[in-house]
């Protein structure tokens, strides 16, 4: 649940965390429990205290944004996983070589009382290596995997940063084709004949920033709209964007006005 969340907010700002803490209500005063919680109830906890740390870190050290290779307590809790897992696996030492892996895998019988999904990561050399070395840990009785055959392991990838941006870019690319696509089938036909060029050029600085790189400081790979930066805020004025989809978005929306009767012809176009 920490790597998730460590996930989630990783080159966030301490402003977005707290709307993220706000939202969980991490800053209401803490409830004395008279009862035992639920999973979900822990799980909600978890998340509010660590978004809580996340941000009192933040703030007290004085950082931009999140990133977990600064964060003490996540290197702790890296210490801790790795000689929990020597003394799991019977390896003494880590080697550098190893590629960290994530492995995903499933209940195969839904009466069984574990959780649905688990998330567990192991270090190896291959996909094959990790996946056994896991096997053998979690795979047996009391084990987290219970008995064999109790839990299917449906993905397994492996873990870096490098390799994380490029799934995140990967996915982008593709958001970004889909929508380029949609927006030109649409319009293919109906596209204004003499479009205001101001108005056009706007448009195509607004959806490129808003949609096509919603975080253009920081990589443009996360497309959050609420990054968006635009002229008045962080960029000399008179700096505009353009993109293909930028373009396809706003010639589909000036095609959309224009079907409703609203002016988004050049000024000087007389009919």
Do not use: C
């Not at 977990?68 to 809790?77: E, K, N, S, Y």
């Not at 108005?199 to 790979?221: I, K, M, Q």
Request: glycine share 8%.
């Amino acid at each position: 649940m920490r790597e998730e969340i460590h996930r989630e907010v990783f080159g966030m700002t301490v402003e977005q965390i707290h709307e993220r803490l706000v939202a969980t209500g991490g800053l209401e005063a803490g409830e004395d429990w008279v009862r035992p919680l639920s999973t979900e109830e822990q799980l909600a906890a978890l998340r509010r205290d660590e978004l809580r740390r996340i941000w009192s870190l933040m703030r007290d050290a004085g950082w931009l944004t999140y990133s977990p290779d600064g964060d003490p307590a996540v290197h702790r809790w890296n210490q801790e996983r790795l000689e929990h897992w020597a003394r799991e696996s019977g390896e003494a030492g880590l080697d550098p070589e190893l590629i960290r892996y994530r492995i995903v895998a499933q209940r195969t019988d839904p009466a069984h009382p574990g959780a649905s999904v688990t998330i567990n990561y192991a270090y190896g050399r291959s996909v094959e290596d990790a996946l056994g070395k896991a096997r053998r840990v979690l795979e047996r009785p009391h084990g987290l995997y219970g008995d064999r055959g109790m839990y299917r392991v449906v993905e397994v990838t492996e873990e870096s940063l490098s390799v994380e941006m490029r799934q995140q870019e990967d996915a982008r690319q593709r958001y970004l084709t889909t929508i380029m696509e949609a927006a030109l089938t649409a319009v293919r036909g109906r596209e204004v004949a003499n479009p205001d060029g101001e108005l056009l050029s706007r448009l195509d600085d607004f959806f490129t920033r808003a949609v096509v790189f919603p975080d253009p400081h920081n990589g443009g790979v996360r497309p959050r709209a609420h990054q968006a930066t635009f002229g008045w805020t962080s960029e000399p004025p008179g700096i505009e964007h353009a993109s293909d989809p930028g373009r396809a978005l706003a010639v589909f929306l000036l095609a959309y006005l224009n079907h409703y009767g609203l002016a988004v012809t050049s000024p000087g176009d007389e009919r």
